[in-house]
């Protein structure tokens, strides 16, 4: 991947373009630092917690923390250090240059923490000298609270407010501006010096004991970003095989990673809310939590590229959070477990170039979705298709399938969590054909408990139901729901499922019909019906990887490479999807970066190469 040059003013204009930010991550906490070096998103402790600093979605009142050349033009050049999470932005002026690193501190081995990690940057002048602007200006609960911001040693400083607090190390003295709450100061570099700035989440009924607890080494950045270095290659280089040779599939690996919740397992299906799906339209969601079915398909990818750790700290979750009763199951949850996800409006936010309204929460947690049932057997088949499994396990299973076969006849949302009236989706449908296949042979396979002959009934009475109600046998296709003829890019999924193979004559008549009905310049839309919200959504990336990966299983290899290579075009030079691309092909859209989009395109490479080998280039 390319990097891309740019002349950076000093400030960049309010709401640069989606495509400008990068995500750096400990697995627990995440942020956005934009081309120019400004934090402008970063949600601490827990990626779905409120923003400590947030003015992509209000430039005026969300905060941010900046550290940019100071009133000159400079050329910026932005990297991840391979095999990390650690970004590089280097400014180039007339007079000098500085390396910039931004990253959350690690440390240990990967899936061990010791509590001190903390967002840090630490920028070194390379030759020359530059002058750098900092500025912090740290705003709660998603730009709602101003904090109090206090200089509690040199050097030293705490914002508090609600239930959040933040220690600031700056390793040169900043200014503190009472009137505008943030901290700032103008920082002359020369040839070797440094610029060190660190910032921890702590509890603000613990700040005062951290302050006394400080001591000058825990603001030391280069033993910890050497330390973080190491941690994020260890992850790399840990699964059970070489890391892949493609280095955009190496950095969806490193960003499915970088979006699970290492604590409890769960994995965020974006790192962001309420960044549009239509320019400054409604269609805002917040997708800072763990949806069953995209973070089965995440660890699923991770553990098709060798990273078997993922999937069962999930399934732990999963198990966990439903309480072991599938009658509990949620679609989505909290990356803690939590189950009420009240969609919230803040109406005191602008939004992404004014795209409102901004929301926390997510109402579609409430919704029924029935495909989560097979996603789940999906999970087990991968996990347990060679080795047994526990009876608590197993028991959880069957209560799984059991559902599945009681409630397959009821409409539901889908996959695309419609805000209409639930209807019976062809993809659900499959889903929950997917869990009574895979609940047969997973007991079959280890002589476990269950009751086979009405499992056996339930899949026979649905296939016959998918292939009576889901077909269109005047042209031979599959459909979006039973008794239409719209179009919908989920049925690309069908032969994942295994009920269907991908060289079915009705799959490849129903292939080349989506390609017809949805593509927009090379990219797929997700369906061609309304939906109830007002403005036209953006082309849908994972879905052009989707016809990739199914072209690719059909054995038609040009064409695969062709939907592919689109698709990833849709990327930034840094490697990173969102979840949509304008339909005029202007830019990203959506939530940033987009776990749907990396696993996608995971997949679909792994089915070009399984063709003939890796596609050239």
């Not at 049925?491 to 129903?510: I, S």
């Not at 849709?570 to 940033?592: I, K, Q, V």
């Amino acid at each position: 991947m390319a990097l891309r040059d740019e002349q950076a003013d000093a400030v960049s204009p309010p709401y640069p373009p989606i495509e400008d930010y990068a995500l750096i991550s400990d697995c627990e906490s995440t942020a956005l630092v934009g081309r120019h070096g400004s934090i402008d998103w970063c949600c601490m402790p827990q990626m779905d917690s409120d923003s400590s600093f947030g003015r992509l979605l209000d430039w005026g009142r969300g905060g941010h923390c900046s550290i940019a050349p100071a009133g000159q033009h400079a050329c910026a050049r932005r990297s991840y250090v391979e095999g990390t999470a650690v970004l590089c932005t280097r400014f180039e002026g007339a007079d000098g240059s500085v390396e910039l690193n931004d990253f959350f501190s690690m440390s240990g081995a990967p899936g061990e923490f010791d509590g001190t990690d903390h967002l840090a940057r630490l920028a070194r002048c390379l030759g020359g000298e530059m002058l750098l602007q900092v500025e912090v200006a740290p705003r709660f609960d998603f730009g709602s609270i101003v904090p109090d911001l206090r200089c509690v040693a040199t050097g030293l400083y705490t914002a508090c407010g609600s239930n959040k607090g933040l220690l600031i190390h700056c390793s040169r003295p900043l200014q503190l501006d009472r009137a505008a709450c943030l901290l700032r100061a103008e920082v002359p570099l020369h040839g070797g010096e440094s610029l060190e700035l660190s910032i921890r989440f702590v509890p603000p009924e613990a700040l005062s004991d951290a302050v006394r607890r400080w001591r000058p080494e825990h603001g030391r950045l280069c033993p910890r970003l050497e330390r973080t270095v190491a941690w994020w290659r260890a992850w790399a280089c840990g699964g059970n095989r070489p890391p892949h040779p493609d280095p955009c599939t190496r950095r969806s690996a490193l960003t499915l990673k970088a979006l699970c919740f290492e604590r409890t397992g769960a994995v965020a299906a974006a790192a962001t809310t309420s960044l549009p799906e239509a320019p400054g339209g409604t269609r805002n969601w917040d997708y800072r939590f763990s949806w069953l079915r995209d973070s089965v398909l995440a660890v699923r990818a991770l553990h098709a590229l060798g990273y078997e750790r993922e999937a069962d700290r999930f399934r732990a979750f999963i198990e966990r959070s439903a309480a072991g009763n599938a009658r509990q199951l949620q679609l989505m949850y909290g990356v803690d477990g939590r189950r009420r996800l009240t969609e919230i409006p803040l109406d005191h936010l602008e939004g992404w170039r004014g795209a409102r309204p901004v929301r926390v929460g997510n109402d579609a947690a409430r919704q029924t979705q029935l495909d989560i049932y097979g996603h789940l057997l999906e999970l087990a088949w991968l996990a347990h298709r060679q080795q047994p499994m526990d009876s608590d396990y197993w028991d959880f299973l069957v209560h799984t399938v059991d559902t599945a076969c009681e409630r397959w006849r009821e409409p539901d949302h889908g996959i695309w969590e419609m805000r209409d009236a639930p209807r019976h989706f062809v993809h659900s449908k499959a889903m929950c054909w997917a869990a009574t296949d895979r609940g047969i042979a997973l007991a079959r396979r280890h002589g476990l408990p269950a009751p086979l002959d009405r499992w056996d009934r339930t899949r026979q009475a649905l296939r016959e139901a998918i292939d009576h109600d889901g077909y269109d046998a005047r042209s031979g296709v599959y459909c979006q729901a039973f008794g239409d003829r719209q179009a919908d890019a989920a049925l690309l999924l069908l032969p994942q499922t295994g009920f269907l193979a991908f060289g079915d004559p009705r799959m490849l008549r129903t292939t080349d019909w989506i390609r017809q009905r949805l593509d927009r310049g090379g990219l797929l839309l997700r369906y061609d019906r309304p939906d109830g919200l007002p403005e036209p959504e953006g082309a849908f990336v994972p879905c052009t990887f989707w016809l990739a990966e199914c072209l690719a299983g059909q054995g038609r290899r040009d064409e695969a490479l062709d939907s592919y290579q689109r698709a990833c075009r849709c990327a930034n030079e840094l490697g990173l999807f969102s979840e949509e691309f304008s339909r005029d092909g202007r830019g990203m859209l959506g939530n940033f970066p987009q776990l749907l989009t990396h696993l996608s395109q995971v997949t679909a490479r792994l089915a070009i190469d399984a063709m003939v080998g890796p596609p050239p280039g």
